[in-house]
Structures are given as C-alpha cells and as structure tokens.
C-alpha cells in the first residue's frame, strides 16, 4: 500500500471517528471532546455535486432515478449512516405526474429500504386510493433517505446532506403536482417557517410545479380527527390532476 492509499485510509477512519462522536453527541452522551468544524474541504461530503440546491441542481434530464441512486450509494455524508440498515431512496413511477415527499424512514422502511411500508405506510395507499390512483401511478420519497434513531426528527445538517439528492430526484421525474407530507418535507422546499394548517388547503408554485402542503399519515393515525382537512387537499389534489 503506498503512501496516498494510507492517507486516504487514514482520513476515512477519522471522519468515521467524527461522525460517531457526533452521532452520540446528539444522543446526549457527555464527556466528549469539542468537535472542530471540518475545513471549507467543497467535497468534504464525498459529493462532487453537492451544491446549494437553491443555485440550481440541473441534472441532464437523460440522467434516470437508477443514477442518482448510484450516486447516493452506501451513503456516509452524514452521521445517519452509523445507525441505519438502509437507504431509502424512494418508490414508484420514474414519470409520474404526482409526487409525495415525506421525512424520513421509519423502522419498518429502514428494513425493506422502501418508503412509507409500515402503517403509515398503508394509510398514504388509502389516501392515494381516494383519488382514484395507486402507488403505481405516483412516486413516494422522503427528504432524507436514512432513519433517524428513535425516529426522531431529522436535524438541519442531515436535511442540507440529503437534499440535494430529493431536488435531483424531483427535476428528473418533472412532476407536475407535489404534495409535501408533514412539517418538514414542506418546509424544506418552500423555506418557511409556517405551520402545516397555515400552509395546506392550497397550491404553493416551487420552481413551476404546483406544490399543496398536508399531514403526514403518521400524524394522522395519532390524531384521526385532522382526516377531514387532508381529505380536503386530496380533492384539490384530484381536481388539479384531471384537469
């Protein structure tokens, strides 16, 4: 082994050491040493392509899901990695004309590597059945592709990590409706702080598309009663669909 392949090698194990001290950090162990920001290293992520999203990801539209796929790989760009089986990519009709985007997997999609298959899982099926369409027809993926441990809420280096891979996943697929579910998902493409009842009930543009903010089943199956509203956006969804 020469001595580039051993640097190398040597600079993995570190950011590896980085990433658990991290990792447990946030779990709330004490007793670790201050953790220096890495350098302004642009590949520092092991993305060549890992821009602000927000400048444009223009991806050749030839490019399909399979090659992003590829390029997300056995991901390590953030500390996720070290606790999840899988990363979920996301599911469905490369040329779909509605697109969900939920937030993350749960333990259930961390074992198949496909999204939404628990019981919220079922309930998004029964809501894309109330507007006459099945999983088949549409595509379902979520702002970060690896479980959070405990299922806790994804943390805003994770969503930046991740996020240019869902702005690539949405320009290749060129949907004409999004539908956001949950707070994050729909506060990570429209930059907002705003509450989910303040947002949902009607189309936001992102970048041309037609984007309606709603509850996320899991929320849903907690609080059955807020059924009603998300139904409502499913009619508009349908409305706008078939038009």
């Not at 198949?112 to 099945?134: A, C, D, Q, W, Y």
Request: net charge neutral.
């Amino acid at each position: 082994m020469n001595q580039k392949s051993l640097l190398q090698d040597f600079r993995e194990i570190v950011s590896d050491l980085r990433e658990l001290l991290i990792y447990q950090k946030d779990l709330g162990i004490e007793g670790f040493p201050t953790i220096p920001e890495e350098t302004d290293d642009p590949c520092k992520y092991g993305i060549s392509t890992l821009i602000d999203p927000d400048e444009g990801v223009s991806p050749d539209k030839s490019t399909g899901l399979d090659t992003i796929r590829d390029e997300l790989g056995d991901c390590k760009r953030c500390r996720l990695y070290s606790g999840r089986k899988i990363p979920v990519f996301g599911q469905g009709n490369e040329k779909a004309r509605l697109v969900f985007v939920g937030e993350a997997p749960g333990r259930d999609e961390d074992i198949r590597g496909e999204p939404f298959v628990g019981k919220s899982g079922r309930l998004l099926t029964k809501i894309i059945n109330s507007i006459n369409l099945n999983r088949e027809d549409v595509y379902i993926t979520n702002i970060i592709k690896c479980r959070p441990p405990g299922n806790r809420d994804p943390l805003p280096d994770e969503i930046e990590a991740c996020k240019p891979f869902l702005i690539k996943q949405i320009e290749v697929i060129g949907p004409e409706i999004i539908c956001t579910l949950g707070t994050f998902a729909a506060r990570t493409l429209m930059k907002t702080d705003q509450k989910i009842s303040e947002l949902r009930g009607r189309f936001h543009d992102y970048r041309g598309i037609k984007l309606i903010p709603t509850y996320h089943p899991a929320f849903l199956l907690r609080n059955p009663y807020f059924k009603r509203p998300v139904w409502e956006d499913m009619q508009l969804i349908q409305k706008e669909y078939n038009h």
